[in-house]
């Protein structure tokens, strides 16, 4: 079954600590996303990446980093210069054919800190 | 600039009611548009989209048409259920790149 897995499902993080959320997909996509959806809100693009070894700043980039070593992994850190990071957590991935590439989403993973 | 502007919810509607969630886009060039759901602790699942003037996307019920006179693509069902309770998010591509301008979100609810 092809799709995209995030993990964990809920995570805890004390304030100060760096904590980084995974991403995988075996869709073969160029492209990979990460979203931050707050309660009863939008979402939000922290990182992108179009290809391997390239990713760019989205809109609320501060306090985020992210790798992109393999075409099938995305991680997200979430630092501690993250001044709010208690929300949820979305990954996605997409071809890079044109305008009329579909993202498709993973489950998302819950981000509270302590 | 590129936006996405849809009706506040909460939605509250009787099952079998007939629904309609407006969506209204700014963009330049020709975008795709697309409608996602989402169920309560879950991603965003695709559920229809359109990629040209006047198409039409389906699925599970639903509808949509691309309307680019009114910057347009209103999602519409014509007999809800309970399980059609969740959050639906309208978005379209811009042209320069592989992302996705997306609303607010429109929370659905559906009584028995």
């Known amino acids: 079954d092809g799709g995209i897995t995030q993990s964990p499902k809920y995570l805890f993080r004390k304030e100060g600590q760096n904590v980084t959320l995974s991403c995988e997909q075996n869709?073969?996509?160029?492209?990979m996303y990460w979203y931050r959806q707050d309660p009863g809100q939008g979402l939000r693009l922290i990182y992108y990446?179009?290809?391997?070894?390239?990713?760019q700043k989205g809109d609320i980039a501060e306090g985020y980093s992210v790798s992109r070593e393999k075409k099938e992994s995305f991680p997200l850190t979430v630092t501690s210069a993250q001044k709010n990071p208690t929300a949820f957590y979305l990954c996605?991935?997409?071809?890079?054919?044109?305008?009329?590439?579909?993202?498709?989403f993973g489950p998302g993973t819950r981000l509270t800190v302590l | 600039g590129n936006s996405v502007t849809q009706m506040e919810g909460p939605v509250t509607l009787s099952e079998e009611a007939f629904l309609t969630i407006n969506c209204t886009y700014t963009?330049?060039?020709?975008?795709?548009l697309f409608w996602y759901v989402q169920y309560p602790g879950e991603g965003l699942q695709l559920l229809l989209k359109?990629?040209?003037a006047d198409d039409k996307g389906s699925n599970k019920g639903f509808e949509a048409t691309y309307r680019k006179e009114t910057t347009s693509f209103h999602l519409e069902k014509g007999s809800v259920q309970v399980s059609d309770s969740a959050v639906y998010f309208c978005?379209?591509?811009?042209?320069?790149?592989?992302?996705?301008?997306w609303g607010a979100g429109t929370k659905l609810i559906i009584k028995p």
């Open positions: 978005a379209h591509t811009m042209d320069s790149n592989y992302q996705l301008i």
């Open positions: 359109a990629t040209k």
């Open positions: 996605a991935s997409s071809t890079r054919t044109g305008h009329t590439d579909t993202q498709y």
């Open positions: 990446s179009q290809i391997v070894n390239d990713f």
């Open positions: 963009a330049t060039g020709y975008p795709s």
């Open positions: 869709l073969n996509h160029d492209a």
